[in-house]
């Protein structure tokens, strides 16, 4: 009885916190491949202001308690999940503002301070102070507060978040240039887009760690980066089986740089059919035999390489059969309403026929990646490169430093197989472009010489591993001579170029044949947007409403068209080595999803499956 009473008593006690649990949005761990337990999610609600005359500075925003609007972070002030749903303009500036509880506990080690994502330039300050500023809207970045906060005590958080898309001189992806939509141009993500939360680490405590299998020589190796640049102690490397077995414990200096290699005897390869993940923990031992770091993570024993005009998974012909996917959420625009709906769009995309995603002018949040890995879903990780000028060295400059941060983040995630920087750039003769492409195309290599790089998707590639090609023309006969002719021998046709420059708002003059350089020469070839088949109709209706070629006047007529160009691409195997249809849902005005914008089914699943899955060769 005595014990019933106990447990009575710590469930009314939970309750509260259970609750809060509950109702806090996205509250799971936001980074699975670099985990650590003792953490707080700085989610929920926030006060904020807008500042669009930029002169949050000259009054004295950074001092303050509180603004007058209430939004609900990590959704965007653009977003109806965050609570505002601003759609009258651009935001050029947003300021943020809570409170933080530091626990008592975290005495004697170092806070971090967390940010998945902010777009564009940030600025955060604690009580006042300034404490750093970060450029890049895509990518996560970590700020050491320890010298801002004190345990046990409450701080007040300020973030002012601004963006100034139309300069050029920042990556926008498919968010609209324009005041209000248009085409496949999207409504705008500003600030706060992805979770916020706080850990504490020890200062000898690992910053990231890379992790390459060989399937060749049967091991895996992890590459340790420590926050200090200093020699401390020891790092165990513990990996286990998916069942908990011991695979391997191997020992390192805790300096930066070391390398652990583990053998996988008779390793379990991870493929779409069967995406085996073994697990893996870092323990960071100081000199006295304590435990300092405790880091979790996984890896998938699996090899993606190009070899000929074929990519090859495990050493392995693959052909990839690919959706294209913008990663836009009606209520949540760039960031997902929950970590159930990142899962759902894979699982959706799977029950159609597809076996993976080129993951469209967006940098997908890491969960996602999390839950390609678990399910087997192969992806091309992309960025959004639309709006930048890429002729111009200081938008370079923006973008490199952004780019190398992504990659390093996401490399470790065994469904990523390709990196795709750029989608549809034209300008070959221009001074600037061959060569940042060209470096663009080195750093990644240098970052990751594991995968293929995609450099300009669609687009004038300079130097690349991966030659793609977009085509939309809708009739099956035309399409297969445009692809074995323009897209073989040639490049993207000339209408597209002229469309997509014109909805980015370039005003550099058309080249009349950019595509002498380069060659294609003995690469694979990838059709990676083609379809794109507007509906017939919308749920729920949409304005201006806009998709590829004319709408099919029924499902019969849809599936009929869809299976002839699909036919036309996995036939010519000699030449074409997958592709990737437009595209997953509806976004917004562009009604050519397979699904609606809600995720609700608009074709039957088991006849897309059977197209998609349509034997390859004649």
């Not at 700020?143 to 001189?169: E, K, W, Y």
């Amino acid at each position: 009885m005595k014990k019933y009473f106990i447990s009575v008593l710590v469930a009314i006690i939970l309750m509260p916190l259970c609750s809060q649990a509950a109702t806090l949005p996205r509250p799971e761990y936001p980074r699975p491949q670099f985990e650590r337990t003792d953490w707080v999610n700085l989610n929920g609600t926030w006060t904020y202001t807008l500042d669009q005359a930029q002169t949050g500075v000259e009054r004295n925003l950074m001092n303050a308690k509180s603004f007058d609007g209430k939004i609900t972070v990590p959704f965007a002030p653009e977003s109806k999940l965050s609570g505002v749903a601003f759609s009258e303009d651009f935001i050029k500036s947003i300021w943020y503002q809570r409170n933080i509880s530091i626990p008592a506990e975290w005495q004697g080690r170092d806070i971090l301070l967390n940010f998945g994502a902010v777009y564009y330039q940030s600025e955060i300050y604690i009580d006042g102070k300034f404490v750093a500023r970060h450029f890049g809207g895509s990518d996560s970045f970590s700020l050491d507060i320890t010298a801002f906060v004190t345990p046990g005590q409450n701080h007040s958080l300020v973030v002012c978040a601004s963006s100034d898309l139309r300069s050029r001189m920042q990556p926008a992806g498919k968010q609209s240039l324009r005041q209000a939509n248009f085409e496949c141009m999207y409504t705008r993500t500003t600030g706060i887009w992805q979770t916020v939360w706080m850990e504490a680490v020890s200062p000898c405590s690992l910053e990231r760690v890379v992790t390459t299998p060989d399937i060749d020589a049967g091991n895996v190796s992890f590459r340790l980066f420590t926050r200090q640049n200093i020699a401390f102690g020891k790092v165990n490397v513990i990996v286990t089986d998916a069942d908990g077995k011991l695979v391997g414990k191997h020992t390192a200096t805790a300096a930066n740089g070391s390398e652990v290699v583990v053998p996988i005897r008779k390793a379990h390869l991870w493929s779409p059919e069967d995406p085996y993940l073994y697990n893996v923990r870092f323990e960071v031992v100081s000199p006295e035999g304590a435990i300092v770091d405790k880091v979790s993570s996984y890896f998938g024993m699996r090899k993606i390489h190009v070899e000929g005009k074929r990519v090859f998974l495990n050493n392995e012909p693959y052909y990839q059969r690919l959706v294209l996917d913008q990663g836009f959420y009606p209520d949540g625009i760039w960031t997902a309403p929950s970590d159930e709906a990142l899962r759902h769009d894979i699982e959706l995309s799977k029950s159609v026929g597809f076996n993976g995603a080129r993951l469209h002018q967006k940098v997908f949040e890491e969960r996602f990646h999390y839950w390609a890995d678990r399910l087997g879903y192969l992806t091309w990780g992309e960025f959004p490169s639309w709006g930048l000028d890429a002729n111009d060295p200081l938008a370079a400059r923006n973008f490199l430093p952004e780019w190398c941060r992504v990659v390093e983040r996401d490399q470790n995630h065994p469904s990523i197989i390709t990196w795709t920087p750029f989608n549809e750039e034209f300008w070959p003769d221009d001074v600037e472009y061959p060569r940042f492409i060209s470096d663009v195309y080195d750093i990644t290599r240098a970052l990751d010489p594991t995968r293929p790089i995609n450099t300009v998707s669609g687009g004038v590639h300079i130097k690349t591993d991966i030659w793609t090609y977009h085509d939309y023309e809708q009739n099956a006969d035309k399409l297969r001579d445009l692809l074995l002719t323009r897209g073989v021998k040639e490049g993207p046709s000339m209408s597209h170029q002229e469309r997509h420059r014109g909805n980015v708002g370039f005003n550099r003059p058309v080249l009349t044949d950019p595509y002498d350089f380069p060659e294609r020469g003995n690469i694979p070839y990838i059709v990676d947007e083609f379809g794109g088949i507007r509906c017939m109709e919308s749920n729920p209706p949409a304005d201006g409403v806009w998709g590829y070629g004319d709408a099919p006047a029924t499902k019969e007529e849809f599936y009929t068209r869809l299976a002839s160009q699909v036919k036309a691409i996995v036939e010519e195997t000699e030449h074409i080595w997958g592709y990737c249809y437009t595209q997953l849902t509806d976004v917004q005005q562009e009604q050519n999803g397979i699904f609606y914008f809600d995720r609700t089914s608009k074709y039957d699943a088991e006849r897309l499956k059977a197209i998609f899955g349509m034997p390859i060769g004649k």
